[in-house]
T-cell receptor
Framework: GNSVTQMEGPVTLSEEAFLTINCTYT??????LFWYVQYPGEGLQLLLK?????DKGSNKGFEATYRKETTSFHLEKGSVQVSDSAVYFC????????????FGTGTRLQVTL | ETGVTQTPRHLVMGMTNKKSLKCEQH?????MYWYKQSAKKPLELMFV???????ENNSVPSRFSPECPNSSHLFLHLHTLQPEDSALYLC?????????????????FGEGSWLTVV
């Protein structure tokens, strides 16, 4: 079956540091890949997505590239801000009847001044 | 502002109570979902409705009963829950191009309903 593995958190960084959150997946076929973000007390918001191999999703300074050869979709940001503190979820979609997401366990990011 | 609205945001219920969670999407989507988020666990897909028909039920206990009266509304009826059912319940929606062929379209989430069972 499908699965998503994310690096364990929490990740604690100083403001303006470089961020990488690793994500690898196992899936049949060619899934779409997503990063969602959850700010404290809120639901999930789509951060970025990529629908085919070598696609790069980007938003708000975050980027992730769909690497089929390594089955990875690592999230990166060159300079984090305190406002980026949140939980980040990697997910993949399975095809079939309606889109369904398989999530990783989430990685908590804490950015300090 | 979210296109998927959930009420109530917080709910405390006893194990013998009956309550319902409500979700409404304002995005014109044709598929709706219930997910459960528990501490230290991946989000779990509970139910999927596409064009108001339930198309997936991931072995969820019968004390959770979904209802989708139309494509904009989704309910989760709760009855005789257990303390381990305490979690954040997230509603979501998406627009599916063709019934029967999900293509990885973006799923939009509501802010969730925090449920505590005492």
């Amino acid at each position: 079956g499908n699965s998503v593995t994310q690096m364990e958190g929490p990740v604690t960084l100083s403001e303006e540091a470089f961020l990488t959150i690793n994500c690898t997946y196992t899936a049949t076929g060619y899934p779409s890949l997503f990063w969602y973000v959850q700010y404290p007390g809120e639901g999930l918001q789509l951060l970025l997505k990529a629908t085919k191999a070598d696609d790069k999703g980007s938003n708000k300074g975050f980027e992730a590239t769909y690497r089929k050869e390594t089955t990875s979709f690592h999230l990166e940001k060159g300079s984090v801000q305190v406002s980026d503190s949140a939980v980040y979820f990697c997910a993949l979609s399975s095809t079939g009847t309606a889109s369904k997401l398989t999530f990783g366990t989430g990685t908590r990011l804490q950015v300090t001044l | 502002e979210t296109g998927v609205t959930q009420t109530p945001r917080h709910l405390v219920m006893g194990m013998t109570n009956k309550k319902s969670l409500k979700c409404e999407q304002h995005l014109g989507h044709n598929a709706m979902y219930w997910y459960k988020q528990s501490a230290k666990k991946p989000l779990e897909l509970m139910f999927v409705y596409s064009l108001e028909e339930r198309v997936e039920n991931n072995s969820v206990p019968s004390r959770f009963s979904p209802e989708c009266p139309n494509s904009s509304h989704l309910f989760l009826h709760l009855h005789t829950l257990q303390p381990e059912d305490s979690a954040l319940y997230l509603c979501a929606s998406s627009q599916e191009a063709v019934l029967g062929q999900g293509t990885g379209n973006t799923i939009y989430f509501g802010e969730g309903s925090w449920l505590t069972v005492v």
